[in-house]
């Protein structure tokens, strides 16, 4: 039973025939949805049909599963094992080191890429040699286009305030950019609770629900109180001196009361989105 990089491939043979024409059939766990494992399935439905050797198969998958530039090893079969590609956390890096992982993963067939963390300087100089958008709101760019959305359900993004819309925003593009329908509901905080409440339909309909929130965080609380899917609180750093940087937030949501409620660090909303992303797209395994 072989494993090629964390992926286990079934192979029943059928003894009654020989040559390549013999498989059964082929299993294949977690190969599903994504261009690039689309790609992996194809090679060994190849195998199968005996188009394409066992040998040559494996030296297609065994193809560098990443790209060694120096100052970053390019992840080049992230995308086959965990159905996203890798995304490029913008801070710290140079522009030029962007550019350079850029086109590592341009260059191994990857179509679209998120860059996180990214502040307009760097934005305005890496598009002078990829064209990207950039959502300086979110402090996010991507490279391609955003996706028609594939996902099972609407995936909502809640801010107690207006402050916590850029957190918001990086969670809801990050949402977005991997294939989600997303609702915004900003400054809907338990300052004024019917504001939330003008929006029960959305909650309620909701596959999943991103609350974001500084200050004491509790709108997490109320929404989990309210949704019957899961909720992801995202603590952000807004709020006065005992806020402490978002860390008054981040114990109240990991003290939630309310049943469903799942945190991610302080102002990750980049975390909270692509998580929400998993959810939206999971299905049953048998």
């Not at 709101?137 to 996902?151: C, E, H, K, T, V």
């Not at 305030?161 to 609702?183: C, H, K, Q, Y």
């Amino acid at each position: 039973m072989p494993f090629l990089f964390g992926i286990r491939i079934i192979i029943i043979y059928n003894q009654e025939e020989s040559g390549f024409d013999g498989f059964g059939r082929i299993a294949f766990r977690r190969l599903e949805r994504t261009e690039m494992q689309s790609e992996t399935k194809k090679i060994l439905e190849s195998v199968q049909n005996g188009s394409v050797s066992v040998d040559e198969a494996l030296v297609r998958l065994k193809t560098q599963p990443f790209d060694d530039l120096g100052y970053a090893k390019v992840d080049l079969h992230r995308e086959i094992r965990q159905g996203v590609p890798e995304v490029i956390y913008g801070a710290g890096k140079t522009p030029e080191q962007i550019v350079g992982i850029m086109d590592a993963m341009l260059k191994n067939g990857q179509k679209q890429i998120l860059i996180t963390r990214f502040s307009k300087e760097a934005a305005d100089t890496v598009s002078k040699t990829c064209p990207i958008t950039y959502r300086e709101n979110a402090r996010l760019g991507y490279y391609g286009s955003i996706p028609n959305p594939d996902g099972i359900g609407t995936v909502v993004v809640a801010t107690g305030g207006t402050s916590d819309i850029p957190v918001a925003e990086e969670a809801a593009l990050t949402a977005e950019f991997f294939g989600n329908r997303v609702v915004r509901l900003f400054d809907v905080g338990v300052a004024g609770l019917h504001r939330l409440l003008a929006h029960k339909e959305e909650i309620m309909s909701a596959s999943v629900i991103i609350a974001v929130a500084g200050m004491e965080g509790a709108l997490a609380s109320v929404i989990g109180g309210l949704a019957d899917c899961p909720v992801i609180a995202v603590p952000t750093s807004v709020g006065y001196g005992a806020a402490f940087g978002g860390l008054s937030a981040l114990l109240s949501m990991l003290n939630s009361c309310a049943s469903g409620v799942s945190v991610v660090n302080i102002d990750n909303g980049f975390g909270a989105g692509y998580l929400a992303n998993m959810i939206n797209h999971m299905e049953a395994k048998k």
